[in-house]
């Protein structure tokens, strides 16, 4: 293949993925003619047009650009896509979106925010603090980080900000400066086969820092981790015994924000304000303010990325937020997650009624998992479970939303079919709703939303 910057024409299949539309937006700012494929028109995929990329949506050989020096694709495409068999077909150039980042990261110092967990928050927080220092680094986040209204973020320095996925081993391309792994709990098993490769993944993801480079470790995983790597955690109080170089210590809450104090490697920054909830974000702030101070960014700078940082969208994000009814969306798709959703809002509402719609994602996810699902989802008060969302898979036989159910023994848990959602939320007297998955889930949202106000206007 050509040098990435004497390659012209792009073309992206599956370009509305989040990670893919990054790239898009990557070469676009390049000035390569960028063009792609999507099944399903999104609001994402309607950015992209506005930014000057062509999107089309038929898998048809018609459409596709047959100039195309350099064809990148998502895993999540089937190998059956038309326009994919055609192109290797025909001898063109075709990389997967992982190998093209490796080409990418190659020209910059990576810092690589890996984990089953927390990496899209690190990430955009991580970037936000590069900003407020100046620093000034290209950033590919896995989510839309509100402060950007973006994922994607060009910068001018030779520092790139990159979350690192372990699916498909995408994580394993790349030799990061500076690295973090957030966490490692079973999942993509339908990949890994079991959890033990899981954690060698994650063991050869630390063992590819670069020399002199620096990995950090959420504490919990660092006996599972063998590196020179430092760890970063929660304590109740300053502790010179802590099992860590960098942690946050005096959590409260005052007015629907969180306050803390960092200890980072012996500097101390007190009485930080920060907009996201729960104590897994804290620990995701941690995380991030410590790979800042890594690159040598200020205490100051560090406190205003942190105080100024307002989230992800699909992260804990409010789509009604009044004293008789709350709802929010989040992208939460896996048992830990779940738990952090829920024990947030717990927190933040310890008064109130939480229901839970929850949208299983993959089969293989639901078998694996189904009894960490059931336990998780028994923390709400309500329980509504939707299909699941197959994603790049097919069914798998005796495997469906039922058998979480099933698993829970809760009075006020039931599956409920798509189409009969709206139905089932409107006969509902609901105080804290919570919408949950990472499939098409999020696509309720402007009738959800449409529903309670109307009721709201009806009293």
């Not at 809450?253 to 104590?279: A, C, R, S, Y």
Request: charged share 25%; hydrophobic share 40%.
């Amino acid at each position: 293949m050509k040098a990435l910057k004497d390659i012209s024409n792009i073309h992206f299949i599956g370009i509305g993925g989040i990670g893919m539309s990054a790239l898009a937006r990557y070469f676009k700012k390049q000035q390569k003619n960028v063009a792609g494929y999507d099944k399903t028109k999104t609001d994402l995929t309607d950015e992209l047009v506005a930014e000057g990329i062509e999107v089309y949506f038929k898998d048809e050989v018609e459409q596709l650009d047959k100039a195309a020096e350099l064809v990148v694709y998502t895993p999540a495409v089937p190998d059956e896509n038309v326009i994919l068999s055609y192109y290797r077909d025909n001898d063109y150039i075709v990389y997967k979106r992982s190998e093209v980042l490796q080409k990418i990261a190659e020209n910059y110092k990576t810092i690589a925010i890996a984990g089953t967990h927390g990496k899209t928050t690190i990430t955009a927080l991580t970037s936000w603090i590069a900003q407020c220092a100046g620093l000034d680094a290209t950033a590919f986040i896995g989510g839309t980080c509100t402060n950007y209204n973006s994922n994607f973020v060009y910068g001018e320095s030779n520092y790139m900000i990159v979350e690192a996925d372990e699916y498909d081993h995408s994580f394993l391309k790349l030799q990061p400066h500076l690295a973090v792994i957030s966490a490692i709990d079973a999942d993509h098993l339908d990949i890994y086969k079991n959890y033990e490769n899981l954690i060698d993944a994650y063991q050869q993801f630390g063992d590819s820092i670069m020399p002199k480079g620096q990995l950090l470790v959420h504490h919990y995983v660092s006996n599972k981790i063998k590196n020179n790597s430092c760890a970063y955690k929660i304590e109740d109080e300053p502790n010179k015994k802590a099992a860590a170089q960098f942690y946050a210590y005096k959590l409260r809450v005052n007015n629907g924000k969180q306050l803390f104090n960092l200890f980072l490697d012996g500097d101390m920054i007190e009485d930080i304000e920060f907009n996201l909830p729960g104590k897994h974000n804290v620990e995701n702030a941690t995380a991030a303010a410590a790979l800042n101070y890594l690159t040598g960014a200020s205490l100051e700078a560090i406190r205003e990325g942190l105080t100024t940082f307002k989230g992800i969208k699909r992260r804990f994000e409010y789509i009604i937020n009044t004293p008789s009814l709350v709802v929010i969306d989040d992208y939460a798709h896996h048992p830990v997650e779940l738990d952090a959703l829920i024990s947030a809002s717990k927190t933040l509402y310890p008064n109130k009624k939480i229901t839970i719609v929850f949208q299983p994602h993959l089969y293989s996810r639901t078998q694996d998992l189904v009894h960490e699902f059931a336990k998780s989802l028994n923390m709400a008060d309500e329980v509504i479970v939707l299909n699941i969302y197959p994603a790049r898979e097919l069914p798998i036989a005796g495997v469906s939303s039922e058998m979480i159910v099933q698993k829970m023994h809760h009075s006020n848990a039931k599956v409920c079919a798509n189409e009969s959602l709206m139905e089932e939320l409107n006969n509902r007297s609901v105080d804290i709703l919570l919408i949950a998955g990472a499939g098409d889930i999020d696509q309720f949202i402007p009738s959800i939303k449409q529903l309670f106000q109307s009721k709201k206007a009806d009293l």
